[in-house]
Structures are given as structure tokens and as C-alpha cells.
């Protein structure tokens, strides 16, 4: 195994921002409208539902990252506690996510860079910001969080303007008869709106991914994800409730762009240029965050030896892993390219998202006794009967959505499945490829506990 660990130079303030820009992407400003058409009114009720995992996945990543803040954490606490096949499923997911992540957000970018170059193609402006962001991370991690900051400070102060006028305007205008009935599609309506709602809240779990990089991991990641959790919480609970407050909900899903249609009712026409500058940068911080987080696991893997060597070649002038960053990048490529529909690719996530919550649970009721000495050492630490009520939970909870989602996507599903199959196809093979040349994974796993450098 390579000796190369990554540099701790991520600080609070970065890791809250790479998180909110990770995980607020341009489906907050696209979803919501398609799914009033889906669960009406009570849209912002399906994104309260969805936000009860997102509470889960905060536990989880607090407890997981606090024990092994490495390089693709995810897996390794996997493949520790459960088996090393198993954990780089995990990894092989994040892989899928790329193919199908990307393109949401790139396709999302897309349409509202339309606004200011409509004569320039869709998959062009998809392919362009894709590239845009590869030029950024090979600069370095630094320039990376730096650029982050800024464009998630423009897009978090856009959202807050807009749902607190919104709000406002409601008390003091129109009032709430947009919102009655509040169901007027029944409840299994809000369960189903509630599935790829939850795509607006998926990537809590990533911050564990670049723990090597944060400072002050113990500390840092889980006061990350309790900042991150209460400022996203807030803005998709302002934009979900003023929207269908605002325009007709029937009305919201047939508009190009329904928050710089819904903000002109109550901001000044020029706002409607804002809130579209706005779904541009935040598309933008959630492919960087995700190509930022996917390529550490293909460099915590090419360390490992699971994945080819070559991924894991560090950049002599940044020390961080170019390689994996251009291989990351090409996947989000080619996934733009096969052009697929917001609501498929937001299906396929959370069907994958909530299929592997419940190999974490389980995972997470053996950490105490596979890592005694981690868990009684961490400085977060949930007690041996929180961890089994929230591993419960978290199995209740994603089972709920993966029905819904496998009952409403059966086509998404079983690509997910044949895409999952290949993944575990490869590490067959890779694994009994090591154990020709004698390399034990169990006592490269065992060396990822070591620390990082401070």
C-alpha cells in the first residue's frame, strides 16, 4: 500500500461549505415545482418527510467520522465491520452516483444558463460547467473550497431572500388559499413526492469521504453536519412552502423556471436574473463537492489496491490525487451525455441511497465491538443503545423509500441492479487477482486506521 496521506486542509467554516454546496444543488430550484404536480400543495410537507433520513445519515457520518477520519471513510468502515466486498460496494455506488448525479445537476445548470445563452445547446453548457470544475480541483483543494465559499455564500443569501419575502408576502397579501386542499392528490401522493424529494438532502454521508482532509476531524465533522443540516433545513422549508403558496401549484410544474416566475409576485423584475444566477452557482458546488468526494474513495481504493494504482498518483505541486480527479470528471461526462429524464436520475439515487442506508445500519450496530477501541476513544460518541435505535430507525426508514421507489421506478431500479452486479463482478475478480500476488485487504484495511498528518 502507498505510504501518502492527504493533507488536513480543510477548516470548519470550508467543511460547512463544501457541505451546503454538496448537498443544495440545482434540484431546489427545478424539483419542487415537478413534484407539486406529483404531491400538490403539500410539497413542502414531502420535503419535511424526506428530511427525517437526511437526520439519520447526520448521526451516522458524526459517529463514522469521528472514529476514521480517512480518505473514503464510507468504505472503510464498511469493509471493516462487515466485509471488504460489501465496502466497496459502497464505493461502486458513489461511482453510479457520478453517472447519474451529474447530470441532474449539469442538465440543471444547463437550463438556467439557457436565460442568458439561449442559443447554445443544453449538453454543451451540461459538458462546459463539468470541465469548468475539473480546471478548478486540479488548481488545488484550496481553490477548490475557496470558490466554494463564495458561490454557496451568493446562493444561500439568494434562497433566504427569496423565502423570507415569500413568506412575508403571504402573511401580509394573498394569504394561504393557494395552499387548500393541502393534498388534493391523497397521502400516498406525499409518500411519493417524498422519494426523490429526498435527492435534495442525499450527500450527508460524504463529508466522511475527505475526513483525512478536515482539520480536527473529531470536532469539525460533526459540528459540520449540525450547521449544514440547520441551514439547509431552513432554506428548503422557505422555498418549498412559498412556491406553491405563491402560484398556483397546478401551474408550477408547466414554468421553466417557477422561483424567478413565483419572485416577481412580491421581489422586482431584476430578482428573477438573481434567483437564475443563483441555480447556476449552486449546480456548480454540487458537481465540485461531488467530483471532490468521489475521487478521494478512487484514491483511498487505488491505495488500497482495489482499484488500478494509477488512480492513485499525487500531484507533486497540490499533493493531491489529479488522476482520480480527471477520472471522476470523465464519468460525470459521460453520464451528461446519455441525457436521461431529472425525475429518473433522482429516482436512481435515492433507490441507491436507501438500499445502502441499510448496510450502514447494520454496520453501525457492530462498530462498538469491531472498533472497541475507536468507539470508546471517540470524542463523538452515540451511546450502544442510541446506535441501535438509530440503526433501526435508519432500516425502517429507507426500507419505506425503497419500496416507493422501486414500486414507481421499476426500469430505474433494475439498471440500478445490473450496474450493481457489474460493480460486484469487478472486485470478484480484482480480489482473486490480489490474493494470487499476496496482498491481505484485511491488513491494508487495518493500516487506514492509522492517522492522517495534522
Given amino acids: 500500500m502507498s505510504p501518502v496521506r492527504l493533507q ?81 460496494l459502497k ?76 413568506a412575508l408576502h403571504l402573511a401580509t397579501g394573498p394569504g394561504t388559499a393557494n395552499l387548500v386542499p393541502l393534498v388534493p392528490n391523497g397521502l400516498d401522493s406525499l409518500w411519493s413526492a417524498a422519494v426523490p424529494a429526498f435527492y435534495s438532502y442525499s450527500g450527508f454521508l460524504a463529508i466522511v469521504v475527505i475526513g483525512e482532509e478536515i482539520r480536527e476531524p473529531e470536532r469539525n465533522i460533526p459540528l459540520t453536519l449540525l450547521f449544514a443540516f440547520a441551514i439547509i433545513t431552513t432554506l428548503y422549508a422557505l422555498v418549498t412552502f412559498v412556491l406553491p403558496g405563491v402560484l398556483p401549484w397546478r401551474e408550477i410544474g408547466t414554468l421553466v423556471a417557477p422561483m424567478s416566475t413565483a419572485a416577481a409576485q412580491f421581489l422586482p423584475p431584476w430578482f428573477g436574473v438573481v434567483i437564475t444566477l443563483a441555480a447556476v452557482t449552486a449546480a456548480a458546488t454540487s458537481i465540485n463537492t461531488l467530483v471532490l468526494t468521489t475521487s478521494r474513495s478512487f484514491f483511498a481504493l487505488a491505495r488500497n489496491q482495489v482499484l488500478p494504482s494509477g488512480l492513485g498518483r499525487i500531484s507533486p505541486r497540490t499533493q493531491e490525487p489529479f488522476v482520480a480527479i480527471v477520472f471522476a470528471c470523465a464519468l460525470g461526462l459521460l453520464g451528461v451525455s446519455i441525457q436521461g429524464e431529472i425525475l429518473e436520475y433522482a429516482s436512481m439515487t435515492v433507490i441507491g441511497s436507501m438500499l445502502y442506508g441499510i448496510v450502514w445500519a447494520v454496520a453501525l450496530t457492530r462498530l462498538p465491538s469491531r472498533l472497541p ?61 490480489l490474493e494470487r500476488i499476496g496482498v491481505s485487504l484485511a491488513r491494508v484495511l487495518r493500516a487506514e486506521t492509522d492517522p492522517a498528518p495534522t
Wanted: hydrophobic share 60%.
Fill in 373 to 433: 477501541e475507536h468507539y470508546a476513544g471517540a470524542r463523538f460518541r452515540v451511546s450502544r443503545a442510541g446506535i441501535w435505535a438509530i440503526a433501526i430507525l435508519k432500516i425502517a426508514i429507507s426500507a419505506f423509500f425503497l419500496y416507493y421507489g422501486i414500486r414507481d421506478n421499476p426500469v430505474a431500479t433494475a439498471l440500478y441492479g445490473a450496474l450493481l452486479a457489474l460493480g460486484g463482478a469487478y472486485y470478484l475478480l480484482r480480489s482473486r487477482h
Fill in 91 to 166: 464505493v461502486w455506488v458513489g461511482m453510479i452516483g457520478l453517472l447519474i448525479g451529474v447530470p441532474i445537476l449539469a442538465f440543471g445548470f444547463a437550463e438556467y444558463m439557457a436565460y442568458f445563452l439561449p442559443a447554445v445547446p443544453r449538453l454543451v453548457l451540461a459538458m462546459f460547467v463539468v470541465l469548468a470544475i475539473l480546471v478548478v480541483n486540479l488548481l488545488g483543494l484550496r481553490a477548490s473550497v475557496r470558490t466554494q465559499m463564495l458561490l454557496v455564500s451568493f446562493f444561500v443569501a439568494t434562497l433566504l431572500i427569496f423565502g423570507i419575502g415569500g
Fill in 8 to 88: 488536513r486542509k480543510i477548516s470548519l467554516p470550508g467543511a460547512v461549505f463544501l457541505l451546503v454546496g454538496h448537498i443544495v444543488g440545482a434540484s431546489i430550484f427545478i424539483l419542487p415545482g415537478e413534484l407539486a404536480q406529483v404531491a400538490g400543495p403539500a410539497v413542502f410537507l414531502a420535503y419535511l418527510v424526506a428530511g427525517l433520513p437526511a437526520i439519520v445519515n447526520c448521526l451516522i457520518a458524526a459517529q463514522v467520522g469521528s472514529i476514521l477520519p480517512v480518505s473514503a471513510a464510507d468504505y472503510v468502515f464498511t469493509a471493516l465491520v462487515l466485509n471488504p466486498f460489501v465496502g466497496f
